[in-house]
């Protein structure tokens, strides 16, 4: 089964006691809850990882993680905001879906890249998720 290290947020395998990538152990691993562990993430400071958060909050239905990839998209990084970007097309909420309109002009081709594909919408002729 696929988990993530909560250190620094690499893909593992759940059967796994160390983090490939960073050592780190899962053993007394961190208890709270997931969306408390990502907020803690979006502060991450490699942006790699940043960009992994936003990817994971766009896979979660909780509508707290709409603030969270409101938060990335004011990262410095390009590729951080752009997958904010992307996360937020995956929520129905205004506040998202307004986000992803203002993104349109922000100063990266990457994330204005990212906003035309996410109003976009899947591709037609193209199989669902």
């Known amino acids: 089964m696929l988990a993530f290290c909560t250190h620094c947020w690499n893909e593992m395998c759940s059967e796994e006691d160390r983090c490939p990538r960073c050592g780190a152990t899962t053993a ?4 709270r809850p997931l ?6 993430a979006t ?3 490699l942006p790699e990882t940043r960009a992994r958060i936003g990817w994971l909050l766009g896979r ?14 004011n990262d410095k990084d390009d590729f951080v905001r752009a997958s904010a970007v992307a996360a ?3 929520h129905e909420s205004r506040d998202a879906r307004a986000a992803v309109r ?3 002009q922000d100063s990266s081709l990457v994330v204005r890249e990212a906003a035309n594909t996410a109003l976009r919408g899947p591709a037609e ?5």
């Open 125 to 129: 002729g193209k199989g669902t998720e």
């Open 88 to 90: 937020l097309a995956r």
């Open 43 to 45: 502060a991450h400071p």
């Open 60 to 73: 979660q239905a909780d509508p707290a993680a709409v603030p969270l990839l409101l938060r990335l998209l």
């Open 35 to 40: 969306m408390e562990k990502l907020a803690a």
């Open 102 to 104: 203002v993104a349109l």
């Open 28 to 31: 007394g691993a961190d208890s």
